[in-house]
């Protein structure tokens, strides 16, 4: 998030619709007698970073092809940069960018004339305010191309291609950016590249993105707001901290005393830990504090979606959620 | 600049720079020989044959003839072949995430298939030159009948391959389209005059544009005379206009509909399916 808090100045509950760039409301999505999204609330506000997560299956590609206005949805309401996604017309389009997962496109081309190519279509929605579209070569810069400029795309390499794919994504200079598992491919360098590309964007230009990815680290780094889809609904909606804080209140303390280890989990891990030092003292060695993980956090939704149990700790984060 | 133009602006530089990406490797280069390699060929096994009935080479009559099924070939396989390929390896998918992004796409597929047909059609008519007498190349009247023919041509068939590429999803089905197309062509006396075929038999290839086609073309490179030889003993050029035609108002009606229900089934979750589909068909 970008918002700079001014002192006295009261933050809104409701923000004004036009900074809502994506608001759905009880999304439904059936094929045939298969209901596959059962009602999937979700907003976005200008410059978010939003990461959904989700096990294979959950919904993940239906929502976002019916938020890219791909895919007809059956049920009800969706609001993408304020309009209807089943009836955006080529200006709402031009303000969007959209990064698939298999795209094998343009092999013959040279990854310099693709680019200025599908840049030429975004020109005439340039504004006083997002100049379109983004230069070629400031484009090429951006996302570690420069060198590969005159290449045929077939001869990138995997992480290269999918790197022309977000440039391409990026080219119109979107105020919304849908990113379908972005980084897989990529070696570390390049996903630290990228990384620091999605945080430009949502800082500098205030691109709200929509990621997916199955990489928990990943969303961690990069998201304002994680998202866990599962069995086609909504199961948990906050930053990756507040959802690792909700599932599991217990951290896991592991110390050493007289060369025997400890373990044991305490929801008030400081005030445990404060005891403990009063009353051992030095005799205290080696000790580790381990609060519970986003991955712990998704693993524990995740499961108690899929086994039908809500009673656990899932439902603390059901109700505990600012839904 | 209003969003339509740039988009045919850039639909038109598209088609250039598709244009000039096959010369770029071997695949599309031997596209452009392999033809004229078979027409020279055919040629060869004609030589010292002539049309029935006339003291005229046989081969200088199968050369026009076989212009017009290049034209006819390249229209009809050439743009539904590249829709499908498109489809599978999500070029057409782009083009949608594109503002305007199919009027570009389909801009540059006719100017890139058209200059295509173009150069085929010079490169098979070149060897003509120095093999065959009786072609009138150098009759401007010859010219003027070529400078209707082909790009009516390309016009009835075009939008026909667009109608069939977006009908089918799997590349493997193309064979339903490409044998009957081969039948099509045996039917439409491009190798051989039908005046022995049944009535029923002409009148079938008569139906369809690649026989018009070949007949337009012999009409402009071939000396009056020959015009004896043909259906109706005439070129007839009013009925090649009209049936040409028909099939240009038909396929122009029928490819706006189809495409746009095809494009509007078009997302990433059918180009992931399409690829591994492929991938299995691979290993």
Known sequence: ????????????????????????????????TTDVLHGVDLTARRGEVLALLG??????????????????????????????????????????????????????????DVLAHLGDFYAPYGTD????????????????????????????????????????????????????????????????????????????DETTILLTTHDLDEAEKLADRILILAGGRIVADGSPDELARRVAGDAEIRWTRAGERFVHSAADATGFVR??????????QELEVRRASLEDAYMALVYEEESGVRTGRAARVWQGSDR | M???????RAGLRRGVIELRNTFTNAQDLWNYFFPTVVLLVTMFFMRGATVPGTSFSLGART????????????????????????????????????????????????????????????????????????????????????????????????????????????????????????GLIALSGIFYPINDYPGWLQAVAQ??????????????????????????HSWRHLETLGVLGLWAVLGLALAPVVLRRMARRESGSRVTARREKAMQRAM
């Open chain 1, 1 to 32: 998030m970008t918002a700079v808090k001014l002192s006295g100045v009261v933050e809104t509950p409701h923000p004004p619709d036009e900074d809502l760039v994506l608001d759905v409301r009880d999304l439904r999505m059936r094929y045939g």
């Open chain 2, 207 to 232: 139906a369809f544009p690649v026989y018009w086609l070949g007949l337009g073309m012999r009409s402009a490179l071939l000396p009056d005379g020959m015009a004896t030889v043909e259906l109706g």
């Open chain 2, 63 to 182: 050369m026009p003839s076989a212009l017009g099924m290049g034209l006819a070939f390249g229209g009809l396989i050439g743009l539904s072949q590249q829709l499908i390929v498109d489809r599978e390896d999500g070029t057409l998918l782009r083009a949608k995430a594109t503002p305007n992004g199919m009027l570009g796409y389909l801009i540059g597929k006719i100017v890139m298939l058209s200059a295509v047909a173009l150069i085929g059609l010079v490169l098979q008519l070149t060897p003509g030159l120095f093999f065959l007498d009786g072609l009138r190349l150098t009759d401007a009247g010859a010219w003027l009948t070529m400078a209707w023919v082909v790009p009516l041509g390309l016009v009835a068939t075009l939008p026909l391959g667009a109608v069939i590429g977006s009908l089918i999803e799997n590349p493997r089905n193309m064979g339903l389209v490409v044998l009957p197309t081969f």
């Open chain 1, 129 to 204: 305010r997002i100049r379109r579209p983004w230069p070629v070569d400031d484009l090429l810069d951006s996302v570690g191309l420069t060198a590969q400029a005159q290449k045929r795309v077939h001869q990138l390499s995997g992480g290269q291609r999918r790197r022309l794919d977000v440039a391409v994504g990026i080219v119109g200079r979107p105020e919304l950016l849908f990113l379908d598992e972005p980084t897989v491919g990529f070696d570390p360098a390049a996903r630290r590249e990228f990384h620091e590309l999605v945080h430009r964007l949502a800082d500098l």
């Open chain 1, 275 to 284: 005891d403990l030092l009063h009353q051992h003292g030095d005799e205290v």
């Open chain 1, 55 to 112: 096990p294979n299956g959950a919904g993940k590609t239906t929502t976002i092809e019916i938020l890219e206005g791909f895919r007809m949805r059956s049920a009800g309401e969706v609001r993408v940069l304020g309009v209807d996604p089943g009836r955006g017309d080529e200006r709402w389009r031009a303000r969007m960018g959209v990064v698939l997962q298999s795209w094998r496109d343009h092999g013959k081309w040279r990854v310099r």
């Open chain 2, 2 to 8: 209003n969003p339509t133009m740039a988009a045919a």
